[in-house]
């Protein structure tokens, strides 16, 4: 339990409003608690909502995975003053007649997770046919591609985004059934991942070609291109910088090597491209791909799929985002769900739940599928998108190739530190299944953002 307070029990700032913090994984929440602290906010608590912990003195309760907060009973026995901020896209976990009810207000922090979400769910598709990442860990130096060539493009870019969601080791921690830490909350350590987007790249040389590498990592995934020894083709069509070798050395978070004229070619962050894995028969270059659901995080992935790897993109949507055209191809939100499935290869859900997207995909709507093809079933937002049994059906007997997920059936339930249901447990071992604990929305720069968008939330309540 983290506190801060004075000698009568709070700490007392000029902004006159104090939060509660809930249900935060402990890094999330030290780190809010200073930045509200610095800002003038009184900060009154950080730790595990209970009844015992409930500050109902507290103006506003700053939370994230708190499920308490959809108990009538609960709500209207304990609440803060003003109203909450969930730290999370959505509000569906707080109950809004008890919100109505008590004249409070609740208000969500929709915007900072959706590049990590959208990276991981393409992370999640590469994982599915790519297995897994085998470059050293996130926590090492800068890595080093040497033997490039663009035939390996796409699986140096997986191997990129599954080192930087540390996607095997969420894997583990999912069919290990670790959603809480040893201090009864969320782990911290996914919160350590970084993003693709903005980070540096060097590419040396130009004895072999990276042009798919520079437009997969500059289109996709709007990484900062560096170059040294380059032809002025990639610099001029994907805005790689010039730069001297000596500052790619130095600067980069990864190195290709285009060429054996120049070094480093050996040592503990070297890797040699030639050792992955031979082409797969199935990958996401230049494949036919559905969006379900072009939010802010459906919108990058489609962004990805076709600027980055040349996709086919489809979408599904009840309205059409005009930014998205030439991106996407819109289909009628009136067909059966499974039209835009059907001749898909990579199909992501990115839809929030409600009452129009509940069980949206069933087993009739599998059932609809056109056979002879391989298909990837994508999920990052929430498991009761899909019917639970009927997924689960079509990837024991081959109709799926894989279901990819951060959110299996029931999650809810290990989130809150229970014991997983048989439902639960089948999906998280099967080999078919990729599963991630919920944590998608994690990352390093993820965390920073939320720390703005919170302090928007709570100055809004001061207005």
């Known amino acids: 339990m983290y506190m801060s307070v004075t000698s009568r029990g709070r700490i007392i700032g000029p902004s006159k409003i104090s939060v509660a913090i809930y249900d935060t994984p402990r890094v999330v929440g030290e780190r809010l608690s200073t930045a509200l602290l610095q800002a003038g906010f009184d900060v009154l608590y950080e730790g595990n909502l209970t009844r015992e912990t409930a500050c109902r ?8 995975w708190t499920y308490k907060l959809g108990d009538y009973g ?34 969500n922090c929709p915007t900072f997770s ?44 997986a191997q990129m985004l599954m080192r930087s969601r540390q996607m095997d080791l969420g894997i583990e921690r999912a069919r290990g059934y670790k959603y809480r830490d040893r201090d009864d909350r969320r782990p911290s350590e996914p919160w350590s991942n ?44 994907y805005r790689v910088k010039h730069d001297s070798y000596l500052g790619i050395i130095e600067h980069s978070d990864y190195i290709f090597l285009c060429t054996s004229r120049y070094g480093p070619m050996s040592g503990p962050w070297t890797f040699d491209t030639r050792q992955l894995s031979a082409q797969e028969e199935m990958q996401l270059s230049n494949s036919d791909v559905t969006v379900l659901g ?31 055209a030439g991106i996407v191809e819109y289909v009628d939100p009136n067909a059966p769900i499974s039209t835009p499935i059907s001749d898909s290869n990579f199909s992501f859900i990115s839809l929030p739940l409600n009452e129009g997207t509940s069980n949206l995909i069933t087993d009739k709507q599998l059932g609809e599928l056109a056979l002879g093809r391989k298909r990837v079933l994508v999920n990052v937002t929430r498991d009761r998108i899909i019917e639970s049994e009927a997924v689960f059906e079509y990837v024991s007997r081959g109709a799926l190739l894989a279901y990819a997920t951060d959110v299996v059936p029931n999650d809810a339930v290990l989130c809150k530190g229970e014991a997983p249901d048989e439902t639960t447990q089948k999906f998280l071992q099967h080999g078919f299944v990729i599963p991630t604990p919920h944590e998608g929305e994690c990352s390093r720069n993820a965390l920073e953002r939320l720390v703005d968008e919170v302090l928007v939330k709570l100055n809004n309540f001061m207005m």
Request: overall charge negative.
């Open 114 to 157: 959706s590049i990590p979400v959208a990276e991981h769910a393409i992370g999640l598709a590469l994982r599915s046919v790519h297995g897994e990442c085998i470059l050293p860990p996130l926590s090492g130096s800068v890595v080093v591609f040497s033997e490039y060539s663009d035939e390996y493009a796409e699986r140096a870019v």
């Open 194 to 237: 970084s993003e693709l987007a903005g980070a540096r790249v060097g590419i040396i040389g130009k004895d072999r070609e990276a042009f798919q590498l520079a437009r997969i990592l500059r289109e996709g995934f709007d990484c900062d291109l560096h170059g040294y020894d380059i032809s002025e083709e990639l610099s001029g069509y």
């Open 57 to 64: 003195e507290a103006d506003i309760w700053l939370t994230k």
């Open 294 to 324: 072009t939010g802010a995080i459906g919108s990058i992935i489609a962004r990805i799929c076709k600027k980055g790897f040349h996709c086919n993109v489809r979408a599904y949507n009840r309205s059409r985002k005009p930014e998205l």
């Open 74 to 107: 609960f709500l209207k026995d304990a609440h803060p003053r003003l109203g909450f901020v969930s730290a999370t896209n959505g509000v569906d976990h707080i109950n809004k007649q008890a919100v109505a009810e008590l004249n409070l207000r609740a208000e």
